[in-house]
């Protein structure tokens, strides 16, 4: 097997086992509107859509200054741009959180838990990073099953 990233090689494994004979489709991509980036807001892969990292941009394109706005507001960007692909949060089985401040894991949850039925939650690593783009506190990406 190629010399992967641990990260990478589950994230290939997991898309291969989930999406069967459906991965002979090629990737659909889609751009969550706005200015032109230099990568999709999401991206199916056979019965697996996987969501870009999503920062808590308000609808106004500005970064709230305090915690729970952009908390709220990565966790709504992120349910929109696997909605683009048409999956929902409910269809989601992994989440990668990114949050400057580890002292904001409390009150990260109690917004997260929100956006996920009791009990189904899934299954999520969080890392504590130096910077994120734009300064922003929180980043969060989805990866969500929908066949």
């Not at 990478?8 to 997991?14: G, K, Q, R, V």
């Not at 090629?26 to 969501?51: D, I, L, T």
Request: aromatic share 10%.
């Amino acid at each position: 097997m190629p010399d992967f990233p641990r990260g990478a090689a589950t994230t290939l494994l997991t898309a291969l086992l989930l999406s069967g004979p459906a991965m002979a489709q090629r990737p659909q991509f889609f751009s969550g509107g706005g200015p032109p980036k230099p990568f999709s807001a999401a991206v199916r892969a056979g019965n697996v859509v996987y969501a870009s990292g999503a920062i808590g941009l308000d609808a106004q394109g500005q970064l709230p200054p305090d915690f729970p706005s952009q908390a709220r507001n990565a966790m709504l960007n992120v349910a929109r741009e696997l909605s683009a692909a048409r999956a929902g949060m409910g269809d989601v089985f992994r989440c990668e959180v990114a949050l400057t401040d580890m002292n904001q894991f409390v009150a990260f949850n109690r917004i997260y838990l929100g956006f996920f039925r009791d009990g189904a939650y899934p299954a999520r690593m969080t890392t504590g990073v130096s910077a994120l783009v734009r300064g922003a506190a929180v980043e969060v990406a989805c990866d969500a099953y929908r066949p």
